[in-house]
């Protein structure tokens, strides 16, 4: 049986779908993180569903139940939430699919409406509902229109959602029937089950498909690939596997004659041959002059859920709860260092600004890595609170990029694999680090993604919202423990930016 995720697991990959189908057990199992993912778009879904007062919701639990009883709740002609239909494609082959929402339309026709927790329409999704289109039809069905309903990142939330403003419904009908034309979804649907109904797993080439439209879970692919590989090459991206085709697989081994458009990429070339770190001192000078101390390394952590949380917010917006401070007045001088993590039951925000506002000072340079994220979320900060759009500007005036001699690649080390991330600069400058300092792999909570799921459980452990129910508040033990999981990370972003800047004094 095709469904529609193996359908779109199909498009993507062979291998992922012929896996997934015969050796489910070598797909990894999903982390809390993702399960809240899909979580979160369950009850954007039920958002949807209250367009339509008068649907009929079908149980899905009961696999032949729900095929009988959406047969049945058809000719009642009302709006069906999560309507299933199974049809035979070619002998023993079926396919499956489940609409979020069947709407009548006059007689005998349906609208098909497809759910979405993204704020837009994304190409995936066209072949998506095209799927879904197809098997509706051949179960019976006449389509009149397909839509796609996903939130509206324009919607701000003052007090209770509305569900009206808060989803948008966008008529893809065209780009559906444009799909069409353009593949042969009956010839795709049986090369799918060629593949499913083969014994043998197909050899599939690494390829650009591993990554888009989702990254594959089958990263066991790419184990061939050594080190310092073409596949690092910065913004390497069709170069790489142009280079990989002609059977070049490690940077040192680019023939000269290869056009490349970024002095970046020929210094990577350069320190893979020699073996040794590409320094621009007069780079590095240039961006050590700029620094005014005394000195604020600056960190922010963030949450943004498809689902509005906070009142004058919007979907996916980056709300801020935490923040780290290590500030040094001189040159090699000792740091202080200043935290703030918001309490899990109130809108973090006042409480952040204030706290920053009260530790920043008003002169020396604020050292941030990626300026562009901090300074959007003071950017937000500025428009909730106005009166504060003076010291804001000012605050934003004196941020100083750290990311800009890595990005430049005035610093290079074969070790960050192309990347100036500072989890990739830190082990590579600083190959040791002081004693009592943990390095990002030894810790609970490493990635940014990871600590702001730590702090959305805590609020989802104070929400009254029923739907969060099994995201139950952790207890004290458990809640003291995420609240210094994310201290210890948040700060050592900060002391992080401290041990970078005095790496680049010294060289």
């Not at 979907?315 to 090699?332: A, C, D, M, R, T």
């Not at 003291?480 to 790496?503: F, M, P, Q």
Request: net charge positive.
């Amino acid at each position: 049986m095709l469904s529609k995720s193996k359908y779109l697991i199909g498009l993507q990959c062979p291998r992922h779908l012929w896996t997934a189908i015969h050796e489910k057990e070598k797909l990894p199992e999903h982390d809390e993180e993702t399960k809240w993912v899909f979580e979160q778009g369950y009850i954007i879904q039920e958002y949807a569903q209250q367009w339509f007062p008068d649907g009929i919701d079908i149980p899905t639990k009961d696999f032949n139940k729900s095929l009988k009883d959406s047969q049945e709740l058809l000719k009642k002609r009302k709006p069906l939430f999560e309507a299933a239909f199974k049809v035979e494609f070619s002998k023993g082959n079926y396919l499956y699919s489940r609409a979020d929402i069947l709407f009548p339309v006059g007689k005998d026709q349906w609208d098909l409406i497809e759910v979405k927790s993204a704020t837009r329409v994304k190409p995936e999704n066209i072949h998506d509902v095209s799927f879904q289109r197809y098997v509706y039809e051949k179960a019976g069905l006449k389509i009149r229109k397909c839509f796609l309903m996903h939130t509206n990142n324009e919607y701000v939330k003052k007090g209770k959602i509305n569900p009206k403003k808060f989803m948008a419904m966008e008529d893809i009908t065209e780009k559906i029937d444009k799909a069409r034309k353009a593949t042969n979804i009956e010839e795709t649907i049986e090369n799918l089950f060629k593949i499913i109904n083969s014994k043998k797993c197909p050899e599939v080439a690494i390829g650009h498909h591993c990554k888009k439209p989702y990254a594959c879970p089958l990263t066991s692919c790419w184990d061939f690939i050594p080190s310092n590989s073409v596949f690092d090459l910065y913004y390497g991206g069709k170069k790489s596997f142009e280079l990989f085709e002609k059977d070049v697989k490690l940077l040192k081994d680019i023939p000269e004659n290869f056009k490349l458009t970024m002095k970046q990429q020929q210094i990577q070339i350069k320190c893979a041959k020699t073996n040794k770190p590409h320094i621009n001192k007069e780079g590095i000078k240039d961006f050590l002059d700029k620094l005014k101390y005394p000195l604020y390394y600056l960190d922010f952590e963030t949450i943004g859920t498809g689902v509005p949380l906070f009142d004058n917010s919007h979907p996916y917006q980056q709300v801020p709860f935490q923040y780290s401070l290590h500030i040094q007045e001189k040159p090699g001088g000792e740091t202080k260092h200043v935290s703030f993590l918001a309490k899990s039951d109130d809108d973090p925000r006042h409480d952040f600004i204030k706290s920053l506002k009260e530790n920043l000072g008003d002169k020396g340079s604020i050292v941030v890595y990626n300026e562009s994220f901090e300074k959007s979320v003071l950017q937000k900060l500025e428009m909730l609170y106005p009166k504060e759009k003076k010291w804001i500007d000012a605050t934003i005036k004196r941020v100083i990029d750290l990311l800009t001699p890595f990005r430049n690649f005035d610093y290079y080390n074969c070790k960050q694999k192309g990347s100036a991330s500072i989890k990739a600069v830190l082990p590579a400058i600083i190959p040791k680090l002081p004693k009592g300092i943990k390095n990002y792999s030894e810790m609970e909570i490493a990635k940014g993604n990871l600590a702001s799921f730590a702090f959305l459980k805590m609020v989802l452990g104070e929400s009254p919202d029923k739907r969060f129910e099994k995201w139950k508040k952790p207890d004290k033990k458990e809640l003291e423990k995420i609240r210094g999981n994310l201290e210890e990370y948040c700060s050592l972003d900060t002391l992080a930016e401290v041990l970078i800047v005095g790496a680049l004094e010294r060289l």
